[in-house]
């Protein structure tokens, strides 16, 4: 009997080992390592697995880990910092300008003959069920500190209540099984399956934002939000204890949310009390209105924001875990009423607001530095405008961030938004007073305070980024591709690097070396759809139509939400003498966007080719009012118009023509007609 127990466990055990054995021997599945190990020049370095995170997204919304690398053995005399949270840790919508780098600059500059090492882990839309193993994997790198800043996506990142990643809000012990099932090759393949067996429509077909949990409202009382303060708080804990028994000194925070400027993005209710709350300030009941505002926030049926209970937790874990290695900052109610003086929107934190926290941090580490660091100190703290210069902030930097925001609240659920129009006359009100300085000469200043910097710190590949944007602001491509390529050196496994540069080549007219950056772009992340694209692009343009079709056809298939890809493929069928098929595309890549202008000019056009007049005057209709100042769309409509014989429709048009581009003889020609 004892025999036949044994043989019913052991074979099927047997059985799954063989079966694991093969499918690693035949390289399917992937690593689930948060790091990797890559040899860069002469020198062993930690650096970013970008497959950790497909145990947590499927697989057409997986939000890749922000690029970094680390020596392997730390170096004596340096301090390792490790930040590790969410996207606001990560400093969305630009990294290069995170709290983190602020601190960097501030300690840096403080104690310039020490090297401060700051590791930022954070990655965009994960939550503490993703955290605890990057927790883990860091307690064996040798961290002196670690800052976790994290609370904003327990309800709509992976297993949280309102998630659109896949299971809502399971028990903590179902994600531990599930997760520990996916480190073996023979779980990633029950994994792939069963999201193979799902019905199309069950998940979103490309990452789309925060629009996307628009249909994932919860109310406040809903049971499932238990179950995720349960698994955070039970997280939290694990990932302290992976910090001090690391031996690292951990400064917890609080999370702190945009309250009196970010209304809430759903529920009647909570709209009644952020109107409430505004009411209170408005006479001057400070405290009577942070209440209010908070619980606008804690009853907000799409909870993008760390609410009240979130923070909560995170306080009672200080309390618990109290002691000489872990800090505490509350960053939650460290200032009267958080809103835009630190917000860009709900809770990632502006310039001002990045270097309030990175200020705070680097505080807080201060006192904690051994006494002969701290006995180095050469000055006081580094104003906010010498850290900014360090991190390469300029004008044009700006302009590029405030641009990304501007886009984002153009869509929903910011669109929706209260104040949403206040909001983004702000925005342009600054980006025109940006403008009024990013003149030829700020350029050439800009330009060389950022040389002088990177001489400084050679090895600083996110300086570096920032200085590649300058530089192709500034209309300086080929510098620009120069400190793309000297990231590529640092970064050997960034693809994103490769992509820059490859467009940089692109439009120096070096295609053949583009083409070989895009080839690598994709070699590295073949889901690199704008990649794709620009391949196409070249082909095209070297009348490989053929070539060019299945490549723009890839990223239009890797990214169907975006309509460029489908306008791209018209052109391409175009080209084909395949007029309907072009047709359609045109008309899928308006379906998708309805206020995208080159689709319906090329929809227009196409028409027009086809000998559909009639049909062709509505898209350019169309095109002229979203466009109105597009010279090509008028002498166009105004052409079509003529085969049409509506002649004062027509001379209309050309006038138009004229006013925008006096030089268009086209237009000249047909009024003199």
């Not at 405290?287 to 609410?307: E, I, N």
């Not at 003086?341 to 680097?362: C, Q, T």
Request: with cysteine; aromatic share 10%.
């Amino acid at each position: 009997m004892a025999f036949r127990v044994i043989a019913l466990l052991l074979i099927p055990l047997l059985a799954l080992g063989l079966l694991e054995a093969g499918l690693r021997l035949a390289g399917y599945g992937y690593d689930t390592a948060f790091f990797k190990t890559l040899r860069i020049g002469n020198e062993d370095f930690l650096v970013n697995n970008d497959d950790f995170v497909r145990r947590f997204f499927p697989p057409q919304l997986v939000r890749l880990p922000e690029v970094l690398r680390m020596e392997k053995e730390k170096p004596p005399g340096v301090t390792r910092i490790f930040i590790l949270g969410e996207s606001a840790a990560l400093g969305d919508p630009a990294p290069s300008y995170a709290a983190a780098r602020y601190m960097r600059a501030l300690l840096s500059d403080r104690f310039p003959g020490h090297r401060f090492e700051v590791v930022n882990v954070a990655i965009t839309a994960i939550n503490s069920h993703a955290i605890l193993p990057i927790a883990r994997e860091c307690a064996k790198h040798q961290g002196d500190f670690w800052i976790v800043y994290m609370g904003n996506n327990e309800m709509v990142g992976p297993f949280g209540a309102a998630s659109v990643f896949g299971a809502q809000a399971p028990p903590r012990w179902m994600v531990r099984v599930s997760l520990a099932l996916q480190e073996l090759r023979v779980g990633q393949l029950l994994m792939a399956a069963t999201r193979h067996l799902r019905p199309k429509s069950s998940s979103a077909a490309s990452w789309g934002g925060m629009e996307m949990f628009l249909g994932n409202q919860i109310p406040s009382d809903d049971p499932r939000k238990e179950v995720v303060y349960r698994n955070f708080r039970e997280n939290l804990r694990d990932i302290l204890r992976a910090g001090l028994d690391g031996g690292a000194r951990v400064l917890l925070n609080t999370v702190a949310v945009n309250l009196k400027d970010c209304p809430p993005f759903a529920s009647t209710s909570a709209d009644a009390e952020y109107r409430n709350a505004q009411t209170l300030l408005s006479q001057g009941n400070i405290v009577g209105a942070r209440a209010q505002f908070q619980k606008a926030c804690d009853d907000d049926t799409l909870p993008f924001r760390a609410d009240s209970r979130v923070n909560a937790t995170i306080r009672d874990a200080a309390k618990e875990f109290a002691g000489s290695n872990l800090l505490f900052f509350d960053a939650a109610d460290s200032t009267n009423i958080p809103g835009d003086n630190l917000f860009y929107e709900h809770v990632h934190l502006n310039f001002d607001g990045n270097y309030w926290l990175g200020r705070a941090w680097a505080e807080k580490i201060e006192p904690l530095l051994p006494a002969d660091i701290r006995g180095s100190a050469a000055r006081d703290w580094s104003s906010q405008e010498i850290c900014e210069r360090r991190l390469g902030l300029f004008a044009w930097n700006r302009a590029i961030v405030l641009n990304e925001v501007a886009r984002r609240r153009q869509k929903p659920p910011l669109s929706g938004e209260s104040n949403n129009v206040r909001e983004l006359n702000q925005l342009r009100e600054k980006l025109a007073r940006l403008r009024e300085s990013m003149n030829v000469s700020n350029a050439s200043e800009a330009r060389g305070l950022y040389l002088e910097d990177i001489q400084r710190d050679s090895d600083d590949y996110m300086l570096r980024f920032s200085g590649a944007d300058l530089l192709e602001a500034i209309g300086a491509f080929r510098d620009a591709a120069e400190q793309w390529r000297q990231v590529e050196e640092l970064l050997p496994q960034y693809y994103l690097a490769y992509l820059q540069q490859g467009r940089m080549l692109e439009r120096l007219g070096q295609l053949d070396d583009a083409r070989m950056a895009f080839e690598r772009t994709v070699s590295l992340y073949p889901r690199a759809a704008v990649a794709w694209f620009e391949l196409s692009n070249i082909d095209a343009s070297q009348g490989k139509y053929a070539a060019a079709l299945k490549e723009c056809e890839r990223a239009r298939n890797m990214e169907p939400d975006q309509p460029v890809f489908y306008a791209c493929v018209g052109r391409l069928l175009s080209k084909m003498n395949r007029p309907f098929e072009a047709i359609a595309q045109f008309r899928e890549s308006i379906k998708i966007q309805p206020a995208y202008f080159d689709g319906h000019l090329a929809l227009a056009e196409e028409l027009v080719a086809s000998g559909k007049f009639a049909e062709a005057t509505n898209d350019f209709n169309t095109a002229v009012q979203l466009k109105p100042d597009s010279a090509r769309a008028h002498l166009e409509f105004g052409e079509a118009l003529l085969k049409l014989n509506s002649h004062a429709a027509a001379h209309r048009q050309f006038e138009e023509t004229i006013r925008i581009d006096p030089a268009n003889t086209a237009a000249r020609q047909y009024l003199t007609q």
